[in-house]
T-cell receptor
Framework: AQTVTQSQPEMSVQEAETVTLSCTYDTSESNYYLFWYKQPPSRQMILVIRQEAYKQQNATENRFSVNFQKAAKSFSLKISDSQLGDTAMYFCASNYGGATNKLIFGTGTLLAVQP | DSGVTQTPKHLITATGQRVTLRCSPRSGDLSVYWYQQSLDQGLQFLIQYYNGEERAKGNILERFSAQQFPDLHSELNLSSLELGDSALYFC???????????????FGPGTRLTVT
């Protein structure tokens, strides 16, 4: 079965500091995509960053970057210069390709940014 | 704002009842996905439609059904509701296959269903 695992249920970081959220996945597919979604208290699901598995270069979106280790099946999210608005649940997800594009989600990491 | 709209935002109903959740995808998107977020099951894929046709099914109960209409909006029908169906139901959309970023999904604000 294709799975996504987030082993950190909760994390805390001081404002302006850097934090890394972990994610591992398991698949036998060769073509897939990985995502981080943010869910703030409003419950809206917001796409933060995406990574194509065939690309070796790690994706970056402003203060958000990923460390994609394909051989280790690891996909961590680094948030630099943390802001109070970053407080949210973060979900790692994968689309294992094919015609369906369905997303498989991890259980989430609740990140609290402290002032 | 993702461009995906869902109505209603909140729904409170009794066990045994039937409800319909509605979703309008982003302009130009052909794929619609339904997900359920509950405390015990997390985020789970229910069903996908592409240009009016069912494309994939996930952990969707037989009491649940969905369809996508010619104008591409979609409805998720939940019947014989049970307390355990209380959850946040998300709709997401993505561009037609072959388009750049067709693998990305954009989520609506969700419908919170409470079954009493």
């Amino acid at each position: 079965a294709q799975t996504v695992t987030q082993s950190q249920p909760e994390m805390s970081v001081q404002e302006a500091e850097t934090v890394t959220l972990s994610c591992t996945y398991d698949t036998s597919e060769s073509n897939y995509y990985l995502f981080w979604y943010k869910q703030p208290p409003s419950r809206q699901m917001i796409l933060v960053i995406r990574q194509e598995a065939y690309k070796q270069q790690n994706a970056t979106e402003n203060r958000f970057s990923v460390n994609f280790q394909k051989a280790a099946k690891s996909f961590s999210l680094k948030i630099s210069d943390s802001q109070l608005g970053d407080t949210a649940m973060y979900f790692c997800a994968s689309n294992y390709g094919g015609a369906t594009n369905k997303l498989i989600f991890g259980t989430g990491t609740l990140l609290a940014v402290q002032p | 704002d993702s461009g995906v709209t869902q109505t209603p935002k909140h729904l409170i109903t009794a066990t045994g009842q039937r409800v319909t959740l509605r979703c309008s995808p982003r302009s130009g998107d052909l794929s619609v996905y339904w997900y359920q977020q509950s405390l015990d099951q997390g985020l789970q894929f229910l069903i996908q439609y592409y240009n009016g046709e069912e494309r994939a099914k996930g952990n969707i109960l037989e009491r649940f059904s969905a369809q996508q209409f010619p104008d591409l909006h979609s409805e998720l029908n939940l019947s014989s509701l049970e307390l355990g169906d209380s959850a946040l139901y998300f709709c997401a959309s993505s561009p037609r296959f072959g388009r750049p970023s067709s693998y990305e999904q954009y989520f609506g604000p969700g419908t919170r269903l409470t079954v009493t």
